[in-house]
Every structure is written in structure tokens, then in C-alpha cells.
């Protein structure tokens, strides 16, 4: 739908409306907004059928009220009818309206001699959020008022028209428009009117929307007297509405981009409902929705459960629907990723860390866990990044806070050799490896590379030069810890000599290729840092050895560090790979359908090859630059097929589902932090971008540490002013 508006200077106007109001005049519509049409329609009620649900509705459609009315006599087809002492017509508001910013057309008219302008109020439209906003006809000085209050519209916060000759059996089109970020509004009636800037105005998310008549008015409640029709409500203020559908250039589609809106919005609109206690599981069984906390059966686990473990696990999840927000604008998805935070404030504030795993409950989150907290699969610093991403896009300092005390708590669970254990005991102010053994040092699952990150992080936050020191520590204990022959790698795990150590059964004292490129990873952050080769020198011994030691599939998943031989594990025993006995015994102890172990690519060596000339040839860091047009462009035209398929893939309810998960699933599974979600809502975030609805800036990309501090100036700190 496109709406022509032209300030202009409306004297008529100018002289009433309040101080430093703008005239401006539109093209009042021709043609109901039908469903569908622009992607900024929220909610279309046109009332031509046999109910006044909504035609159209990006939350629910269904309507209710007290005694509302069809007529048959609308604008063009049929009209509600809303009359008499305490008649009302109400929807949800959740997704319908944007409390934000938006523009609502409707038209109006009148039952009963004067019509609009008989001398009493008339309600038009209201929501509440609990603060309220509303439009109505104020009969004691004959104007239309639009704007904001607590219970009712305050001068501050409102703007008013005149209704002036107003034909008393006619309709009347009115236009009714907010954008709270830059406190201004827009009224107008027939085409005429004014806008202004107010006093601020808190954003909270409506929940209900009334047409016709009012969610409050100091104890009152008038409704309309007479009709409305052809409602029609943006999630945009009114000079954010095109006069015609946007340009799309070659490459992106408007349907496909519709489409791809309207799936992020299912997805997110499932999985809300499934958040307990602040939380979800890591997966869930399909369709009983049980929660689980990884891949196997034995891991289902009562309603009421959620997970802060894995990578994927409960912090990640609120940061999809944050990161939603950024990009779609719909203030429930804000308050899904708050609620997610106010768990993890609440928790940190009771037991000084956060758990693994919790039940929900009347009285809160309750840890699974005693006095031994996990640093492993991003268990304390993805809640501290989702806290620094909530400060980002709230502004609230109590996030800030928490995150700090957070990152606190990591610096304080280093291990004097400058390692991070698998788990921190709050009590003995000690950190364990996953068997228990005292301050040994942990790569698996991130451990090193969580806790590098937080340090540098936390840098950034603070400006104290402890948090690099820390860092330092780090840096030295990776070069001391690798392997110095025959193998040249990192172990998963290792005692506090430095000696590699068992942690699960399947996790032997070995050297580990796909697990040294998290090692490989911090050592290129330190170089980032300090320019020193010292970091430069194990990651080239290591890719030596592994063009040494490369079969035709690849590697093996350990070697054992004393004779460089291939070993698979369970049980807490090893198999030496070339040696048929073991490998028979091995697979007699693992599930029949786990597959027989096979060397695989696990590291690409080239590209550290690539990263190794780059480095010794130019500057250490990175440029982190915003995106552009072109950028952007390049990005959803190489994406759209593969956005189309997941479309296609996606369930009616919203979900993606799984057919079945690893070794020992129990079937289909789907997940509320899903790949095939942030693949779509990255799209749409680049589409918006081309299309100027998006300011061209980085928001992280929903990776955990770049949403936490999308800045350019990651890498600058003085390590590399003093060498280290």
C-alpha cells in the first residue's frame, strides 16, 4: 500500500497545534489495504465478512469484546459497530502493534445527530502496554487527540487536531502515527494534519488493542458511537511508508523476503511458549516436546527443565529472538530474550555463578548442581555475552553489571599455569578437570577460547590491565602445552603438569587434531594481539606434522602421544587403530550403528598454510569493517536458493524438525536454537540493510561474542604497543 504524504505549511493548523508542530498533508486512500499487501502491514480488519476478526494479523486475528456489531453499512462493504455504554472491541496486541513506532488509518464515522462532533467523546483506537496509548475525539474542545499516558493522555506526551465543519453523517479518514525513538507523533483527519516532537515516553509491549473504544480513561469507558472500517496498522511511522513498493534490485526478491519474514516469526513464535524458568532444553523430542540436554535418549528429561550447557543451549536461544528484534522490530521478542536474562541475573545474584543445567519452579530457576560449576561448552560465558548484548540493546545497566561480575568470576578460575579447567568449585576456589583432577587445563568444547575471549572482553569493558596479564598466562600455557613428539598436537584435557588426562570415556590422554584448532584459534588471537611470532611457531610445527602423518581421509581423531599411532577410545580404554584384535574388541563395545572409525578431514591445513603467509607478510589483526549495499547484496543473492529450501523444509507449526539424531537417538528431534532460523534471519537482516530499513552497522550476526561488542577495535590493546 503506498500513502502520499507532503508537509506542508497548513496554517490552519500551525496556529493550534502545539508548540513546534509541523503541518503536513496525505493522500487518503482509494482502496482498503488488503491482506498481504506491504510488508509493514501488521494488521488488516476490513470487516467485509462474517466475523470482525481481523483479515490480517501478524499476531492473533481473532477478536474479541462486549457486544460489538457487524453492520452492513461500511465504508465500502461492511463496518463494526461499536455503541452504547460499555461496548468494546478488542485484539491481542502482541505483534498486531509495534509499541515503538507505527501509523494505524482507519475510517470513522459517527452514529447519532453531530456525529464525531455532538460535544462527547468518542474512542477510535487504544493499547496498553500498561502505559496506554490512545486516539480519540475530545468532545469538550471539538479535536481529535492522539498520544500517550498512564491512565490518560497527557499534554506532554499527546497532539491534537480541530475537527472544525465536520460532517456529521459522513466518513471521516484518520491517520494516526508514533515513532518513540525520536518522541514524535502525526494526527490527521481527511488528509490534514500536524506533528510534533512529545516528552519521552518509555517503550513496553502492548497487550491489548481496542478498536472503537478505550483500555482506560480515569475510570470510564466510551466507546466509539458509530463505525469504523478499513483498519489498517504499520509497523513504521508514517514517513517510513513508501509512496510506492521499494526497488528491489536484481538478486533479491520481495516474495522471498516476505516469506522468509514470515517463517522467522513462525519460528519464533513456537518456541516462546516452550520457555520455562527462563529457559529451553538444548533439543526436544518431536512432537511430545519433552526437553533434553544433548544428543541421546538417556538425556530426556521432564517438562521444566532447561539447559545452559552446549554451545547451542539457553543463552543462545534469547539471543536469536534479541538479534530477531534488531532486524524485525517486534518488541515480544525483546521481552522473550529479557526474561532469559532476568533468569541469569536472578541466578548469578543466588549462587554466584551460573549451573548447567536448572528446573524451573514457583520460586525460580534451581541449579542441578552443587558448588561446581562448568567453564567447558560456553557455560559461563555465553550468559555474560547474552548480558552485554541485552546492555547493547537496552541500555540497561544492571546487564552491564552482571556481565562484569561474570567475567570476574572467569579471571578468578584461572589456574595458576595460566589454564582454564573443565569446572570451577565455588567453594574450594579451585578449578577441576571433568575425572577431578585439580587445576588441569582444558581445549575440549572451548574452554581455552571461551575464557581468552571473556579476558579480552572484559578488557574492553573495564580498561584493567589484569584482564590482559590473564590472557598472557593463556598464551604461554598453550605454547608449553602442546605435544613435543612423536605427535606435535594438543590433548582435549591435561593435569596440572601438563600431562594429557582422560576426561569422558570416549576422551583419552591424546592428541587430538580437530580439537587443536581451538588451540590454534588462541594462538592466532595472541599473534592478533601482540604481533609476536612466538604464537606463530607451534601453529606451523603442528600443520607439519599433520602433512607428515595425513592418510587419504584425513587424520585420526587421537594419536597416542608416546608412539604417534592412531587410537580410538571407550570405555576409558584405547584402541590402537592398526592393530585388527583392537579394533574388533573396540567395535563389540560401541553401538552397532555408530559406524566404523575412519580418518577424517578434520583441519584445513591450507588455509592455516594461508594464515601463516598472511601473517609473516602484512599486519596482524583483522579489519572488522560495517557492511555496505554491495556487501549486503552479494550476501542474499549467494544465499536465496538455499533460504528458499529451508523455507520449504520448515514445518507448519514453525519448527524445523530432524529426522533423527546421532548414534543412539530416540528419533526426531527439533531445536530452539536452530541453524536453519539463523540462516533466515541473517538474510532478512541484509535484506533490510539493501533496502534502507536497516542502518548499515554490524549487530554480531547472532555469534555470541561479536553480538556482545560489535566493535572495530577487537584487536587494539596494548599487548601490541609493549610486544606483550
Same mark, same amino acid.
Not at 53 to 58: I, K, P, R, V
Not at 331 to 351: C, I, Q, S
Not at 485 to 508: C, H, I, L, S, V
Given at each position: 500500500?503506498?500513502l502520499?504524504?507532503?508537509?506542508s505549511?497548513?496554517?490552519?493548523?500551525?496556529?493550534i497545534?502545539?508548540?513546534?508542530?509541523?503541518?503536513?498533508s496525505?493522500t487518503?486512500?482509494?482502496?482498503p489495504?488488503?491482506?498481504g499487501e506491504?510488508?509493514?502491514?501488521?494488521?488488516?480488519a476490513n470487516?467485509?465478512?462474517?466475523?470482525?476478526?481481523a483479515?490480517f494479523?501478524t499476531?492473533?486475528?481473532?477478536?474479541?469484546g462486549?457486544?460489538?456489531e457487524?453492520?452492513a453499512?461500511?465504508?465500502?462493504g461492511?463496518a463494526?459497530?461499536i455503541?452504547g455504554?460499555?461496548?468494546?472491541?478488542?485484539?491481542a496486541?502482541?505483534?498486531?502493534?509495534?509499541?515503538a513506532?507505527g501509523?494505524?488509518?482507519? $475510517?470513522?464515522?459517527?452514529?447519532?445527530?453531530?456525529?464525531?462532533?455532538?460535544g @462527547?467523546?468518542?474512542w477510535?483506537?487504544?493499547?496498553?502496554?500498561?502505559?496506554?496509548?490512545?486516539?480519540?475525539?475530545?468532545g469538550?474542545?471539538?479535536?481529535l487527540?492522539?498520544g500517550?499516558?498512564?491512565?490518560?493522555?497527557?499534554?506532554e506526551?499527546?497532539?491534537?487536531?480541530?475537527l472544525?465543519?465536520?460532517?456529521?453523517d459522513? $466518513?471521516?479518514?484518520?491517520?494516526?502515527? $508514533?515513532?518513540l525513538e525520536?518522541?514524535?507523533?502525526?494526527l490527521?483527519?481527511?488528509?490534514k494534519?500536524? @506533528?510534533a516532537?512529545?516528552?519521552?515516553?518509555?517503550?513496553?509491549?502492548?497487550?491489548?488493542?481496542?478498536?472503537?473504544?478505550?483500555?482506560?480513561?480515569?475510570?470510564?469507558?466510551?466507546s466509539?458511537?458509530?463505525?469504523?472500517?478499513e483498519?489498517?496498522?504499520?509497523?513504521?511511522?508514517?514517513?517510513a511508508l513508501p509512496?510506492d513498493?521499494?526497488?528491489?534490485?536484481e538478486g533479491?526478491?520481495d516474495?522471498?523476503?516476505?516469506?522468509a519474514?514470515?517463517?522467522?516469526?513462525?519460528?519464533?513464535?513456537?518456541?516462546?511458549?516452550?520457555?520455562m524458568g527462563?529457559?529451553w532444553?538444548?533439543?526436544?523430542? $518431536?512432537?511430545?516436546?519433552?526437553?533434553?540436554?544433548?544428543q541421546?535418549r538417556?538425556?530426556?528429561?521432564?517438562?521444566?527443565?532447561f539447559s545452559?550447557?552446549?554451545?547451542?543451549?539457553?543463552?543462545?536461544?534469547a539471543?536469536?529472538?534479541?538479534?530477531a528484534?534488531?532486524?524485525?522490530?517486534?518488541?515480544p521478542f525483546?521481552?522473550?530474550?529479557?526474561?532469559t536474562?532476568?533468569?541469569?541475573?536472578?541466578?548469578?545474584?543466588?549462587?554466584?555463578?551460573?549451573?548447567w543445567?536448572?528446573?524451573?519452579?514457583?520460586?525460580?530457576?534451581?541449579?542441578?548442581?552443587? #558448588?561446581?560449576?562448568?567453564?567447558?561448552d560456553?557455560?559461563? #560465558?555465553?550468559?555474560?555475552?547474552?548480558l552485554a548484548?541485552?546492555?547493547?540493546v537496552?541500555?540497561e545497566e544492571?546487564?552491564?553489571?552482571?556481565?562484569k561480575?561474570?567475567?570476574e568470576?572467569?579471571?578468578?578460575?584461572?589456574?595458576?599455569?595460566?589454564?582454564?579447567s573443565?569446572?570451577?568449585d565455588?567453594?574450594?576456589?579451585m578449578?577441576?578437570?571433568?575425572?577431578g583432577?585439580?587445576?588441569g587445563?582444558?581445549?575440549n568444547?572451548?574452554?581455552?577460547n571461551?575464557?581468552?575471549?571473556?579476558m579480552?572482553?572484559?578488557?574492553?569493558l573495564?580498561?584493567?590491565?589484569?584482564?590482559?596479564?590473564?590472557?598472557?598466562r593463556?598464551?604461554?600455557w598453550?605454547?608449553?602445552?602442546?605435544?613435543d613428539?612423536?605427535?606435535?598436537?594438543?590433548?582435549e584435557?591435561?593435569?596440572?603438569?601438563?600431562n594429557p588426562a582422560?576426561?569422558?570415556?570416549?576422551?583419552?590422554?591424546?592428541?587430538?587434531?580437530?580439537?587443536?584448532?581451538l588451540?590454534?584459534?588462541?594462538?592466532?588471537?595472541?599473534?592478533?594481539?601482540?604481533g609476536d611470532?612466538?604464537?606463530?611457531?607451534?601453529?606451523?610445527?603442528f600443520i607439519?606434522?599433520l602433512?607428515?602423518?595425513?592418510?587419504d581421509g584425513? &587424520?585420526?581423531?587421537?594419536?597416542?602421544?608416546?608412539?604417534?599411532?592412531?587410537v580410538?577410545?571407550t570405555?576409558?580404554k584405547?584402541?590402537?587403530v592398526d592393530?585388527?584384535?583392537?579394533?574388533a574388541?573396540?567395535r563389540?563395545l560401541v553401538?552397532?550403528?555408530?559406524?566404523p572409525?575412519?580418518?577424517?578431514?578434520?583441519v584445513n591445513?591450507?588455509?592455516?598454510?594461508?594464515?601463516l603467509d598472511a601473517?609473516?607478510?602484512g599486519?596482524?589483526?583483522?579489519?572488522?569493517?560495517?557492511?555496505?549495499?554491495?556487501?549486503?547484496?552479494?550476501?542474499?543473492?549467494e544465499?536465496?536458493e538455499?533460504?528458499?529450501?529451508?523455507?520449504?523444509?520448515q514445518?507448519?507449526?514453525g519448527? &524445523?524438525?530432524?529426522p533423527?539424531g546421532g #548414534?543412539?537417538s530416540?528419533?526426531?528431534?527439533t531445536?530452539?536454537?536452530?541453524t536453519?532460523?539463523?540462516?533466515?534471519?541473517r538474510?532478512?537482516?541484509q535484506?533490510?540493510?539493501?533496502?534502507?530499513?536497516?542502518?548499515?552497522?554490524?549487530?554480531g550476526?547472532?555469534?555470541p561474542?561479536?553480538s556482545?561488542?560489535p566493535?572495530?577495535?577487537w584487536?587494539?590493546?596494548?599487548l601490541?604497543?609493549?610486544r606483550?
Amino acid at each position: 500500500m503506498s500513502l502520499s504524504v507532503l508537509f506542508s505549511p497548513l496554517l490552519w493548523l500551525a496556529a493550534i497545534a502545539p508548540q513546534a508542530a509541523e503541518p503536513f498533508s496525505y493522500t487518503v486512500p482509494d482502496s482498503p489495504t488488503l491482506p498481504g499487501e506491504g510488508r509493514h502491514v501488521t494488521f488488516v480488519a476490513n470487516f467485509d465478512g462474517d466475523s470482525l476478526d481481523a483479515d490480517f494479523a501478524t499476531g492473533d486475528a481473532r477478536h474479541g469484546g462486549q457486544d460489538p456489531e457487524m453492520a452492513a453499512d461500511g465504508r465500502r462493504g461492511g463496518a463494526a459497530r461499536i455503541v452504547g455504554p460499555t461496548r468494546c472491541l478488542h485484539y491481542a496486541a502482541y505483534h498486531n502493534v509495534n509499541p515503538a513506532q507505527g501509523t494505524v488509518l482507519m $475510517w470513522v464515522r459517527g452514529d447519532g445527530r453531530g456525529g464525531l462532533a455532538d460535544g @462527547s467523546d468518542h474512542w477510535l483506537f487504544s493499547f496498553r502496554s500498561p502505559r496506554m496509548c490512545g486516539l480519540y475525539v475530545r468532545g469538550a474542545d471539538r479535536s481529535l487527540v492522539f498520544g500517550f499516558g498512564r491512565s490518560s493522555l497527557v499534554d506532554e506526551t499527546s497532539i491534537s487536531v480541530p475537527l472544525g465543519e465536520l460532517v456529521a453523517d459522513a $466518513w471521516h479518514h484518520v491517520l494516526a502515527s $508514533w515513532d518513540l525513538e525520536r518522541r514524535r507523533l502525526w494526527l490527521a483527519l481527511d488528509g490534514k494534519g500536524v @506533528s510534533a516532537e512529545i516528552a519521552d515516553v518509555p517503550v513496553q509491549s502492548p497487550f491489548t488493542l481496542y478498536l472503537g473504544s478505550c483500555a482506560h480513561h480515569q475510570g470510564s469507558d466510551f466507546s466509539l458511537g458509530g463505525r469504523l472500517d478499513e483498519v489498517t496498522i504499520f509497523d513504521v511511522p508514517v514517513d517510513a511508508l513508501p509512496d510506492d513498493e521499494p526497488t528491489y534490485p536484481e538478486g533479491l526478491e520481495d516474495d522471498l523476503l516476505r516469506r522468509a519474514e514470515a517463517s522467522a516469526r513462525r519460528f519464533l513464535k513456537f518456541w516462546a511458549p516452550h520457555q520455562m524458568g527462563g529457559g529451553w532444553g538444548v533439543m526436544y523430542v $518431536w512432537p511430545t516436546m519433552l526437553p533434553t540436554e544433548a544428543q541421546g535418549r538417556g538425556f530426556v528429561n521432564a517438562y521444566g527443565f532447561f539447559s545452559n550447557d552446549k554451545s547451542w543451549a539457553t543463552a543462545m536461544v534469547a539471543m536469536e529472538y534479541l538479534f530477531a528484534y534488531e532486524v524485525l522490530g517486534d518488541r515480544p521478542f525483546l521481552d522473550v530474550a529479557m526474561r532469559t536474562g532476568e533468569m541469569y541475573l536472578d541466578t548469578l545474584g543466588k549462587y554466584g555463578a551460573w549451573s548447567w543445567t536448572y528446573m524451573s519452579s514457583p520460586s525460580g530457576a534451581k541449579p542441578r548442581a552443587g #558448588s561446581k560449576v562448568k567453564l567447558q561448552d560456553s557455560n559461563q #560465558s555465553h550468559p555474560i555475552f547474552l548480558l552485554a548484548y541485552l546492555y547493547r540493546v537496552t541500555g540497561e545497566e544492571r546487564y552491564l553489571e552482571a556481565a562484569k561480575a561474570g567475567g570476574e568470576l572467569v579471571l578468578q578460575a584461572q589456574n595458576p599455569n595460566g589454564s582454564w579447567s573443565h569446572s570451577y568449585d565455588l567453594d574450594q576456589k579451585m578449578g577441576f578437570t571433568a575425572q577431578g583432577l585439580p587445576q588441569g587445563g582444558e581445549i575440549n568444547d572451548k574452554c581455552m577460547n571461551d575464557a581468552m575471549d571473556l579476558m579480552l572482553f572484559m578488557y574492553h569493558l573495564t580498561s584493567d590491565r589484569k584482564y590482559l596479564d590473564a590472557l598472557l598466562r593463556a598464551g604461554d600455557w598453550l605454547i608449553e602445552a602442546q605435544s613435543d613428539g612423536p605427535t606435535y598436537g594438543w590433548a582435549e584435557q591435561y593435569d596440572k603438569d601438563n600431562n594429557p588426562a582422560w576426561a569422558r570415556n570416549f576422551e583419552p590422554p591424546a592428541d587430538c587434531p580437530g580439537r587443536s584448532n581451538l588451540a590454534l584459534q588462541a594462538l592466532r588471537l595472541m599473534w592478533y594481539l601482540t604481533g609476536d611470532a612466538k604464537y606463530l611457531a607451534p601453529i606451523e610445527k603442528f600443520i607439519d606434522w599433520l602433512d607428515a602423518i595425513r592418510t587419504d581421509g584425513g &587424520w585420526w581423531k587421537h594419536y597416542d602421544v608416546k608412539t604417534g599411532r592412531g587410537v580410538v577410545a571407550t570405555g576409558n580404554k584405547m584402541f590402537f587403530v592398526d592393530d585388527p584384535g583392537q579394533m574388533a574388541a573396540y567395535r563389540r563395545l560401541v553401538p552397532a550403528d555408530a559406524g566404523p572409525p575412519a580418518p577424517r578431514a578434520t583441519v584445513n591445513v591450507q588455509q592455516w598454510r594461508d594464515f601463516l603467509d598472511a601473517a609473516r607478510a602484512g599486519p596482524a589483526a583483522p579489519a572488522l569493517t560495517a557492511p555496505t549495499k554491495e556487501s549486503c547484496l552479494a550476501y542474499v543473492r549467494e544465499r536465496a536458493e538455499g533460504v528458499a529450501a529451508r523455507l520449504e523444509a520448515q514445518d507448519a507449526s514453525g519448527a &524445523w524438525v530432524r529426522p533423527r539424531g546421532g #548414534s543412539g537417538s530416540w528419533g526426531m528431534q527439533t531445536y530452539p536454537r536452530d541453524t536453519n532460523a539463523i540462516t533466515v534471519l541473517r538474510f532478512i537482516e541484509q535484506a533490510r540493510m539493501i533496502l534502507g530499513e536497516l542502518p548499515l552497522v554490524r549487530r554480531g550476526d547472532m555469534d555470541p561474542l561479536w553480538s556482545a561488542y560489535p566493535q572495530a577495535d577487537w584487536y587494539e590493546t596494548p599487548l601490541r604497543e609493549g610486544r606483550g
